[in-house]
């Protein structure tokens, strides 16, 4: 048992129906076995539990641990590629690097780097796209398992329009992907995620092949991508003449439902909106990869009033990098110049985008905020004394501005301590 003494910031009640940032600056965890057993002051832990460590995290700032909702295992080495637009990015950039997780002695060296990559921006838990390579996804479950990440991830799926070596067929996707749940599905903090890579690449038999891997393995997760590119919506409606909009591609093949994770939507139709809210899908949101392939403004605003939840991704490698408070702020700063008008975001919205909303997104119910009852999944900011961010949190005029201040300056070298279920994992 171990008193964690602390000044933390949470957001138990959403700031999106009108809850606010939840701070603290001198309390009590009291953690045993990784579960937080009580939230309390500190002498009142204390007299409770006088034989338990106390750890005295004060000169940090602790909050839970970060959840990213859409993020490429086989894109850790493809960051940081600009001025292209979505499919020419794909060609030039992604896909080249993708076909080399063929090579397992390359899977696994990509597969630690990505791991090290969550681990270091404080990310505890993750919806991880995927490798095309069933063999890619054995190595990177076993690293992933050792990890004690909470990581939900699954082979992709594509039999056109990508090069030859990331193409498969019915046949195989469903025998190597069957494989891939029955030995990883459930398995310590893993779970497995059905993973067409888009309706762009995937056509109706392929989908519905990935619609009777969910109909036969309950439980399982679903993700891929919707609305992302003007170019890649028009080139579905020509591949898919049978549906009526993008996200119907999924869902007449069985794929939309709560365990499922969108990413981007950044052009949806109302149509598409009101069966996300209805199905319960989530819409994974990644301002920094939507702002670097000028894909467009995320409509915040359109998926909030429709009832869709939306969590917080780094799309990792379109995005430029693993740092969810730059995801953030870059979300702070599109709905701020959204012509048609975005949400004034805060930052406890921020932090609730990159937390709560995640957990809650990925049923990760035991996660997501430092209450009790919950797993100890936390993340310590701790920047070095005397840089802009040490600076700004403590001449801070509230937590809520201390807050943003680490959204606007944070990086993964302010993060000092990451716990996952109660066990540290030294970034
Ligand atoms: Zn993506």
Redesign the pocket.
């Known amino acids: 048992m171990v008193i964690y003494r602390v000044r933390v910031f949470d957001t138990p009640d959403n700031p999106f129906t009108g809850g606010r940032l939840r701070s603290a600056s001198d309390i009590a965890l009291v953690v045993d076995d990784g579960l937080i057993t009580s939230r309390t002051d500190f002498d009142t832990a204390r007299s409770t539990h006088p034989d338990a460590e106390v750890v005295d995290l004060r000169d940090g700032v602790l909050i839970p641990g970060l959840v990213d909702t859409?993020v490429?295992l086989p894109q850790v080495r493809a960051i940081g590629h600009l001025g292209r637009p979505l499919l020419d990015w794909l060609d030039q950039c992604a896909l080249p690097e993708e076909a080399k997780l063929g090579e397992p002695a390359y899977a696994e060296a990509v597969a630690g780097e990505f791991l090290t990559g969550l681990i270091s921006a404080g990310t505890t838990s993750a919806m991880v796209?995927g490798s095309h390579f069933a063999t890619a996804m054995d190595i990177f479950f076993a690293a992933a398992e050792q990890s004690g990440l909470r990581i939900t991830s699954g082979l992709v799926t594509s039999d056109r329009n990508l090069p030859d070596a990331l193409l498969t067929d019915v046949e195989r996707s469903l025998e190597e992907s069957q494989g891939l749940i029955d030995r990883w599905h459930g398995k310590g903090r893993l779970r497995y995620a059905v993973t067409p890579r888009f309706s762009f690449s995937a056509g109706p038999e392929m989908l519905a092949a990935g619609g009777r891997l969910v109909a036969q393995n309950p439980g399982i997760w679903v993700t891929s991508?919707l609305n992302e590119n003007r170019d890649e919506i028009s080139g579905v409606a020509q591949i898919h003449p049978e549906a009526i909009d993008y996200l119907d591609t999924y869902d007449r093949a069985g794929l939309v439902g709560r365990r499922t994770v969108l990413?981007h939507n950044v052009h949806p139709q109302d149509r598409e909106l009101a069966r996300m809210a209805e199905a319960g899908a989530v819409a994974a949101h990644?301002p920094t990869?939507n702002s670097a392939l000028a894909s467009g403004f995320f409509p915040l605003r359109r998926h909030v009033e429709a009832g869709v939840r939306v969590a917080l991704g780094s799309?990792v490698g379109?995005g430029t990098g693993f740092n969810l408070f730059k995801e953030g702020v870059q979300s702070y700063f599109m709905q701020q110049l959204d012509p048609a008008g975005g949400v004034a975001l805060t930052s406890a919205h921020l932090l609730h985008l990159a937390t709560a909303a995640g957990a809650e997104a990925l049923e990760l119910d035991e996660v997501g905020v430092l209450s009790e009852g919950k797993r100890f999944d936390a993340v310590l900011i701790r920047p070095a004394e005397g840089q802009p961010l040490d600076v700004g949190i403590r001449h801070a005029a509230d937590d809520a501005d201390a807050l943003a201040t680490i959204f606007a300056m944070g990086t993964p070298a302010d993060i000092a301590e990451v716990w996952i279920d109660g066990c540290p994992t030294h970034p």
Do not use: I, K, V
Request: charged fraction near 10%; proline fraction near 0%.
């Open positions: 859409h490429h796209f991508h990413a990644c990869s799309d379109a």
